[in-house]
């Protein structure tokens, strides 16, 4: 069994979160995908709606999808939700299952900043997806990745799918290219903001909730 580790602060969640879930779970045929709401993360944003509001937006969007779940793990958790002791928890529960943390190339470079970044690489394989604007080959800047240049070009040219490597840690990581649905929590929350529609952008049973509650106004 594996299970797939999708942590954010889904701010609001969008087809773009759900479909690289879904592009990765049946790529690496796991047994299902867990999302996780940050419900405080160390870096906030002036826009950042209470975790109560992304938590259930999650759960509207994740309903009828039998191999998508979600977790309150960071809601039983006072203070910072830190990603490494999430993973600690989310082993402690899964001890006999691997574990896979999906994120994107931007998300992936910022780890040497987050707390304890080395003890965070020990507790799961690492699964990186594309991400609008950003290219595999950013990833030779990260100091946990040893590659050439020419590997990472193979997936920015699509004349590659995957590329994997282990860390010292002895965990797998896999740059996963994805087919990309250039949708933005940013973009989301802007076109609210000026009164344009958000429809195929993300769930209608989200959208409905972002109506009926005013969110990001």
Known sequence: MKIGIFGGTFNPIHYGHLRAAEEVREKFDLTKVIFIPS?????????????????????????????????????KRPGKSYSVQTLEEMQKIFHDIDLCFILGIDA??????????????????????????????DLRSSPYMDVSRNELEKLDKAEAELWRTTLKSKRVVTALRIPLLDISATEIRRRIREGKSVKYLLPESVESYIIANKLYK
């Open 39 to 75: 419900k405080n993360p160390p870096i906030k944003t002036c826009e950042l709606l209470k975790s109560e509001h992304r938590y259930k937006m999650t759960e509207l969007a994740l309903s009828g999808n039998v191999f998508f779940e979600i977790s309150d793990i960071e809601f």
């Open 108 to 137: 992936f470079l910022e780890i040497p900043t987050w707390y304890q970044p080395e003890r965070l690489l020990s507790f799961a394989d690492f699964i990186i997806i594309s991400r609008p604007s950003f290219r595999f080959v």
